[in-house]
């Protein structure tokens, strides 16, 4: 793998470019299109999503083009004719992005990303865009249900070693520091981001010494902040006993920060070697844990009584151990026909779930003025304005039963411009910005819908517009196809 112009071009699947080969070919690939990026199921059970990826995406987008290794590569495989080439030499991303920002609670069923523009555009960038938004969502989501559970107990990213490769790290490290982490252990991720890094030790250490005195008292002698991995040889006989032996000789050299155990029952162990810090006079030091932590062992820790400050989560949260995709789509929701009007688009299924909301849209979050908590989230069609209403009729979108009216409100628009035809109209925040941000929104949600267990399902419903024009289209189809049969 040698190709010092390789891009993200073709990191897409082949059957976009087939399709923009066909869309050219046929003369509507400028045709301007919708499409609208959502998922489904809110991943882990949780009441909420956080978004995250935007970033990346916009950064793909502004480097979108063919390289000539890229042209040379599809011109051997020998699918696509030399001009259609010399068409793609020249494509430039100009289509318009809206967008959820980075860290605003998002829901299932609901667009939290949109392009609009030339339909071989909005193609192209299908699957770069869900490898992205899919997986940072993931791990941010992940990351606040972590949050939830340790309430203000710091919490370190320790996940490099297990993630899926280089670049889930890295940007799995930055959706986690957006969803609530505190620090990583991951290096260049804090040189890229400036999140705060953050490490103790390892066995090797104590292995290489071949006992927990001398290892600690060589780190001790060669670092200023120190936290003992004490779970070596043995806990509390050897591990913390030495531990202490060490701070207590070094004194004021070094600030002993703590200690880490990795393996054992956590509760009992912490519990004692709190007892044994305390005694020695070390109440400030602090307990450190790590091994195969998420939030249910957290919460179980912590209802057993385990003194433990600071949790070291890897694996499972990197690698979003108990639900690896959250499964967002990206789906066309209008296109223009060949007189050049809009016509709203839908995808069929027998499985109500998985029909499509035809018409490009805006997602409204309803926050009442009172108190400022979120009512629901209003989808309506693009040329609607519910800000502008005094009143909302708001109603579940499978069981329209389940009603309400709204008036006292605020409705927020959730997409918002990223990019005009083609060119960038946001400027991503600084990391920390996004981080506070996604912990407000969090602040704005009801405590119901942020329970780690059963939460309440959030309302996400569609205008009465939005939805008698997703009715009145299934009703065109289905009578169009009994025609034809
Ligand atoms: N008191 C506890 N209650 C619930 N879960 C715990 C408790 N203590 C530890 N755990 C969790 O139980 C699992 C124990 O895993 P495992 O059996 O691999 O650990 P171990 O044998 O102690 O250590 P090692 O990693 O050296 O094998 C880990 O996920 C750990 O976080
Ligand atoms: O358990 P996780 O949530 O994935 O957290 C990261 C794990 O990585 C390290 O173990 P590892 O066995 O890789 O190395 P070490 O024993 O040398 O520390 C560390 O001790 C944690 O157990
Ligand atoms: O610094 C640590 O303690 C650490 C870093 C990576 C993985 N496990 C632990």
Redo the contacts with the bound molecule.
């Keep these: 793998m040698n190709y010092p112009d390789d891009s993200y071009a073709l990191h897409t699947d082949e059957y976009q470019i087939n399709m923009i080969q066909t869309y050219w070919l046929k003369g509507i690939d400028q045709r301007n299109a919708v499409f609208e990026l959502y998922f489904r199921k809110i991943p882990f059970q949780n009441g909420y999503a956080i978004f995250a990826g935007l970033e990346r995406v916009i950064d793909y987008l502004n480097k979108l083009h063919f390289t000539e290794s890229d042209l040379e590569y599809l011109r051997g495989s020998g699918n696509f004719s030399d001009e259609f080439l010399e068409y793609l030499k020249n494509f430039r991303f100009t289509a318009t992005l809206r967008s959820a920002v980075e860290g605003e609670v998002v829901f299932n069923n609901e667009p939290l990303l949109q392009v609009e523009g030339p339909l071989a555009d909005c193609q192209l960038v299908e699957t770069a865009i869900l490898n992205v938004v899919n997986y940072q969502t993931l791990i941010a989501t992940k990351a606040a249900r972590v949050r939830s559970v340790v309430h203000d107990d710091a919490i370190m990213e320790f996940g490099t070693r297990r993630a899926q490769e280089f670049d889930a790290a890295i940007w799995g490290t930055r959706a986690a520091y957006i969803g609530g982490f505190d620090a990583t252990s991951n290096v260049r991720a804090s040189k890229i981001f400036g999140i705060p890094a953050s490490g103790t030790h390892a066995h090797a250490l104590v292995q290489a010494y071949r006992d927990d005195y001398e290892a600690f008292k060589a780190y001790a002698t060669t670092h200023t902040d120190c936290v003992f991995l004490v779970d070596t040889y043995d806990t509390l006989k050897s591990g913390v006993p030495n531990a202490i032996k060490v701070a207590k000789e070094m004194g004021n050299k070094i600030n002993f920060l703590g200690v880490r155990i990795?393996?054992?029952?956590?509760?009992?162990i912490s519990k004692r070697v709190r007892e044994q810090l305390d005694e020695a006079g070390f109440s400030n030091a602090k307990i450190y844990a790590s091994?195969?932590?998420d939030e249910k062992?957290i919460t179980?820790?912590k209802m057993?009584g385990?003194k433990i400050d600071v949790w070291g989560v890897g694996t499972k949260l990197i690698t979003a151990y108990d639900q690896p995709a959250l499964g967002a789509v990206y789906k066309m929701v209008a296109i223009e026909n060949s007189k050049g009007v809009m016509e709203d688009t839908i995808k069929l299924s027998s499985n109500a779930e998985k029909v499509s909301t035809p018409g490009k849209k805006q997602v409204w979050r309803i926050t009442k003025k009172a108190d400022g908590k979120s009512e629901g989230d209003y989808i309506a069609l693009w040329n609607e304005k519910p800000a502008e209403e005094k009143s909302l009729y708001m109603f579940h979108p499978q069981y329209t039963y389940i009603n309400k009216n709204i008036t006292d409100f605020d409705a927020r628009p959730i997409l918002k411009d990223i990019f005009i035809e083609g060119k960038q109209v946001y400027q991503v925040p600084g990391l920390e910005k996004i981080k506070e941000y996604a912990h407000e929104r969090l602040d704005s949600l009801w405590e119901e819908y942020k329970r780690d267990l059963n939460p309440q399902d959030y309302p996400v419903d569609l205008s009465e517009a939005c939805y008698d024009n997703k009715m009145k289209i299934i009703k065109e189809i289905r009578e169009s196809i009994n025609k034809k049969a």
Excluded: P
Excluded at 262 to 268: K, L
């Design positions: 990795d393996s054992g029952d956590m509760a009992y091994n195969d932590l062992t179980n820790l057993q385990a």
